[in-house]
């Protein structure tokens, strides 16, 4: 089993930033994706970022030049640095792991709320 950890979610004013980790524990080994998933209020769940094994990296437009994703493979912990917030930012923050074959595994979430 893997168990996923997000943080650094909280309340921050727009333009702001914030650093989201996701650490993993457990059975890790062949990890072949980590991304950033949100959900806002009334909306589909959507991804935010993701980077591969190979180091390969997507974004969505919408916070494409903004985010960065990272990652720390001695800690087991994938980023999500986050700039230039704005209000339609406001989102519980999921990451997700593949690990080879096909084993799929969520975090709890954190929630990141950007308002004045």
């Known amino acids: 089993q893997v168990q996923l950890v997000e943080s650094g979610g909280g309340l921050v004013q727009p333009g702001g930033s914030l650093r989201l980790s996701c650490a993993a524990s457990?059975?890790?080994?062949?990890?072949?994706?980590m991304g950033w998933y949100r959900r806002a209020p009334g909306k589909e769940r959507e991804l935010v970022a993701s980077i591969t094994s190979g180091g390969s990296t997507n974004y969505a437009d919408s916070v494409k030049g903004r985010s960065t994703i990272s990652r720390d493979n001695a800690k087991n912990t994938v980023y999500l640095q986050m700039n230039s917030l704005k209000p339609e930012d406001t989102a519980v923050y999921y990451c997700?792991?593949?690990?080879?074959?096909?084993?799929?595994?969520w975090g709890q979430g954190t929630q990141v709320t950007v308002s004045s």
């Open positions: 457990g059975r890790i080994f062949n990890i072949t994706f």
């Open positions: 997700r792991h593949i690990l080879y074959p096909n084993y799929i595994y």
